[in-house]
């Protein structure tokens, strides 16, 4: 516990470490800045709304000069929206208009090694909060979209259920608003839901107009379906594979867009980012072409994250294999403020592949069996045929996906299951394979008839409450560094995710983003001789194909026992003894990771893909155990048997500042930082014996 030396009445600090290096706040009507014993506590006024009031306490430690102390001040206060943009030192001669000149056509890029390409506009993601900024910014500039795979594998396009936006006539905004608070366990900021929830509709529309097709009621209008945790039927929808049908509308618009140039297969290693007295500015990203094994580096005016989240810190998740939470370790690293990662979604009705007839062989991600199914009326039975959820929830299976997921789980613990049943037979046959033609196609695969027979089904990881955090335009505190999508935490979710808000959250900010994006884009250049100034990370061709190999088995063990430490130790029930289990497994995971791979030549400034991932695992895995550990209550998502109700003094965000480089290690490094000041723990730097980096974080 750390205090201020002089307290008053309306002064009520409470502060716990998370891990060692970032700390918790909260606060309760604070208003003063207080420096004692070199720590700075940075207080502010009680605000517009309540949710949303946050302090922070930030050591010698954690930051290294007051400038950019009050840098961070000046963000948590709410003053950053009002800035002015300061142009980047590094930033002194535009580019040439015909340098700056985009392709004709989209295209994939070939590129060679080493090269530098300039764009106004780089976007890191190709779902929808990416593809639907670009469309926008385009109109301004040139624009790369960076994207790990291939352009449509993204959360977008597995997202079956819908977009929440009001549309019926018995319906209403303020109706929204409240079952987004509700579920989000009253940990929402009342703004941000506000906006979303009142821009939602007229960005739905724009999606139509651009050609994306969504079910319509025999009336000819929008057929509204109804989802867990809603009190009005309000889900946009395609059958379901919505996510896939907007995907598809708007990759075609970006196909036609002469002034965007699609990078496929470019997984983003870090963020390019140069300091002064009093800001942090981000000039591009360096990137691995994994078709050529090349470095490619984006110059660029503004950045956008839209990276998507991190389901795969777990076995078991719905998320396709690109998700692993690149964007938000990139962030971290680059010292943005991350928030709220205790709250890890767990959708309740993923495929259980055990209950199958048929078993399939292999999957990268669990199949999701769509919110819509129980909203449709599907009802959820334990082995026994015993209907069990109104036991848990008056809401019965429309209650917020956290309460059926901790029921379910509670079935199963009880019932030594492995999974339950969701059936929705005894709806008419037309009726199911009209609304779930994908759910149903992919049971009747492995011979179960779903119009027939009961869905076997188990949570798995779905969503990224927290993330990199956001204001209401998508702004973070490092200039030119703008997120939107599951990569961002903008205060919408609260503690809980709201079925088929995130499509919703994802277009309102894309748009919310572009107007701020623009402002800085036209005051910031590129200086083109400036752009070699950090050094490139090095594909590792100098080592050996035996070498390269084991590197790569090494990686993919310790990615499997990482899942397992999340899974058994930070799952849906949590408690303080697993949690500080995991923060010690995982500290003593990552160090026997790097010093297997330093053993067989690896240096720390080297990326491939497999070891990027897993870098940016261990750092999102951290940040969730972390924050677990500092919310000292059960919210929403985190339910913690030590702390099993709501306190009222915990209704805040939790906030992650950059890590302290007293305590960094390899995955919170930038890697071409660890060029210049890569302290290895060993006797010859020729033979590295393995064990963390410890360098500026």
Not at 531 to 554: A, D, M
Not at 607 to 620: I, T
Request: charged residues 20%; negative net charge.
């Amino acid at each position: 516990m750390v205090m201020p030396n002089k307290m008053t009445s309306h002064q009520v600090f409470q502060c716990d470490m998370i891990g060692n290096s970032s700390i918790r706040l909260s606060m309760m009507n604070a208003k003063h800045v207080l420096e004692n014993n070199g720590q700075l506590s940075i207080a502010m006024h009680s605000g517009r709304n309540k949710m949303q009031k946050q302090l922070s306490l930030l050591s010698q430690t954690l930051l290294k000069n007051f400038t950019y102390k009050k840098r961070i001040e000046r963000y948590t206060l709410g003053i950053f929206e009002n800035m002015r943009f300061q142009r980047p030192q590094l930033c002194m001669a535009s580019i040439d208009n015909e340098e700056r000149k985009s392709p004709k056509a989209v295209q994939v890029s070939k590129s060679s090694a080493n090269s530098i390409k300039y764009f106004d506009f780089s976007i890191i993601g190709s779902g929808v909060a990416g593809l639907r900024y670009a469309l926008e910014v385009a109109k301004h500039g040139s624009v790369a979209v960076i994207t790990k795979a291939e352009p449509h594998e993204s959360n977008t396009n597995y997202a079956q259920g819908g977009v929440s936006a009001v549309f019926a006539p018995s319906d209403s905004v303020e109706n929204h608003i409240r079952d987004t608070i509700v579920a989000g366990a009253y940990l929402c900021d009342e703004e941000t839901v506000k906006v979303v929830c009142t821009e939602g509709p007229d960005r739905v529309r724009e999606l139509m107009t651009m050609g994306a097709s969504f079910d319509h009621g025999e009336d000819g209008s929008l057929h509204l379906a109804r989802e867990g945790g809603h009190s009005h039927h309000r889900i946009v929808h395609a059958a379901d594979m919505t996510g896939r049908e907007i995907e598809r509308a708007l990759l075609k618009a970006v196909v036609n867009n002469p002034n965007i140039t699609m990078f496929e297969h470019h997984f983003a290693i870090d963020l390019l980012t140069t300091e002064d007295v009093s800001n942090i500015y981000c000039h591009g990203v360096d990137t691995l072409n994994t078709d050529t094994n090349e470095v490619v580096r984006f110059i660029s005016r503004v950045t956008l994250l839209a990276s998507g989240g991190a389901g795969h810190i777990y076995p078991t998740t719905t998320n396709p294999h690109v998700a692993t939470g690149d964007g938000i370790a990139m962030a971290h690293r680059a010292s943005a403020v991350i928030s709220n990662m205790e709250f890890v979604q767990f959708h309740p009705t993923a495929l259980a592949d055990e209950g199958l007839p048929i078993k399939p062989h292999t999957r990268e991600n669990a199949f999701l069996i769509s919110e819509a199914v129980r909203g449709a009326g599907g009802i959820l039975y334990n082995q026994a045929m015993e209907r069990f959820m109104p036991q848990y929830d008056s809401r019965g299976e429309l209650a917020p996906r956290d309460v059926v997921a901790r029921s379910i789980d509670d079935q199963l613990k009880k019932r030594n299951e492995r999974y339950v049943l969701l059936n929705i037979s005894h709806r008419t046959k037309e009726e199911i394979l009209y609304h779930f033609p994908n759910i149903a196609a992919e049971c009747l695969k492995y011979g179960l008839d779903i119009t027939k027979s009961p869905i076997p089904v188990v949570p798995a990881a779905h969503y990224m409450c927290g993330g990199v955090q956001a204001k209401l335009h998508g702004e973070t505190p490092i200039m030119g560094l703008y997120v939107a999508g599951e990569v961002a935490c903008t205060g919408l979710h609260g503690a809980n995710r709201l079925a088929s808000n995130s499509l919703l959250e994802a277009l309102v900010f894309a748009q919310r983003a572009v107007e701020p994006s623009l402002d800085y884009m036209i005051r910031s250049n590129i200086d083109i001789d400036e752009s070699v100034k950090w050094p490139f990370p090095v594909v590792p061709t100098v080592l050996g194909v035996s070498q390269l190999n084991e590197v790569k088995h090494i990686t993919a063990l310790t990615r499997m026992k990482l899942q397992k430490i999340m899974w058994d130790y930070v799952g849906i029930v949590r408690s303080i003894d697993c949690l500080k289990i995991a923060e010690k497994s995982l500290a003593d995971l990552e160090l026997e990771w790097e010093d297997h791979l330093f053993r067989f030549g690896w240096r720390p400034y080297m990326v491939n893909l497999e070891v990027c991932e897993l870098r940016n695992l261990f750092s999102c895995a951290n940040l969730v155990v972390s924050s677990a550990l500092a919310r000292q209550e059960s919210r929403g998502l985190h339910y913690i048997v030590d702390f099993p109700n709501l306190v009222e003094s915990q209704r805040l965000p939790t906030i992650i500042f950059p890590s302290s480089p007293l305590k960094s290690t390899w995955s919170t490094q930038l890697v071409h930082k660890l060029f210049a000041d890569p302290v290895c723990l060993c006797d010859n730097p020729n033979e590295n014996k393995g064990g963390t980096l410890v360098g500026q974080a």
